[in-house]
């Protein structure tokens, strides 16, 4: 249960929709469920205002599964799950709602189709090779509640594809800027945006690339104030990053 859930429960309580000592058994079995394999945490939502998020890489498909339908289980949806496999979304289909989306491969079990998204995060990407790190990033955000405008291929290369949607990135609250290569995205457009960046460096590029590590470094030096920087594909930490920046200018205004 996240923050927003949190409070409508403490509502229901007040108005006498839940009683107290049901309210109490709630709270005293929600912190987490130990399934053997994982402890399932069921008040990363209200402390850190998002539910937990499944990384699915290196686990198995049963693992997954189990995973899911503790959470599912306790009333949590909008499930997502990174770094899935085709196969492992294949057999979790098969006994939870799930909505695979096979670029970033990144699943949604028990999507709410009634998600309340506010503000604007942008997502640009240097070429279409680092698509998969952006949906990642964009997914991410979009799950936890932030609209999303995607800027994919307006890399330096021909900066003018940048340029022609100037007005989007000036209206930003914040921008992921996700680039392999040398990684000089994220200056340029730390050098025209008025809102935080979100340097995401990828693995794209030829040898001499050292599998990001040549983007991580362009981006960490970078001469732009206002550019943070992320690890190496970390899409996902990008997105939720962005969305919890988002969220904060949200709630001033």
Same mark, same amino acid.
Do not use: P
């Given at each position: 249960m996240n923050k927003e859930e949190m409070l409508e429960f403490l509502r229901k309580v007040k108005n006498d929709e839940i009683s107290v000592e049901d309210a109490l058994v709630q709270l005293k079995t929600a912190p987490f469920d130990d399934i053997g394999y994982a402890k399932v945490d069921f008040h990363r939502g209200i402390r850190q205002g998002a539910n937990e998020v499944i990384y699915g890489q290196d686990k198995t498909p049963v693992q997954i599964s189990g995973i899911v339908k503790s959470m599912h289980e306790h009333g949590i949806s909008n499930i997502l799950i990174t770094r899935m496999s085709k196969e492992a979304a294949d057999f979790v289909s098969k006994n939870h709602t799930l909505e695979y989306h096979e670029i970033p491969k990144a699943g949604i079990a028990y999507k709410n189709e009634n998600i309340k998204r506010t503000g604007s995060v942008v997502i640009a990407s240097g070429g279409t090779s680092d698509m998969a790190v952006c949906e990642e990033a964009a997914l991410t955000a979009e799950i936890l509640g932030s609209n999303v405008t995607r800027l994919y291929d307006v890399g330096v290369a021909g900066i003018h594809r940048l340029l022609a949607h100037s007005e989007t990135i000036m209206k930003a609250?914040?921008?992921?800027?996700?680039?392999? !290569? &040398?990684? $000089?995205?994220a200056s340029v457009i730390g050098g025209l945006a008025d809102c935080p960046v979100i340097a995401v460096p990828t693995s794209v590029g030829y040898g001499a690339n050292f599998g990001g590590l040549s983007a991580l470094l362009s981006m960490l030096?970078?001469?732009?104030?206002?550019?943070?920087?992320?690890?190496?594909?970390?899409?996902?930490?990008?997105?939720?990053?962005?969305?919890?920046?988002?969220? !904060? &200018?949200? $709630?001033?205004e």
């Open positions: 609250r914040v921008i992921v800027a996700v680039a392999g !290569m &040398e990684g $000089a995205l030096n970078s001469c732009a104030s206002g550019v943070s920087v992320v690890n190496i594909d970390n899409g996902f930490g990008a997105g939720y990053l962005a969305n919890m920046i988002n969220k !904060m &200018e949200s $709630a001033e």
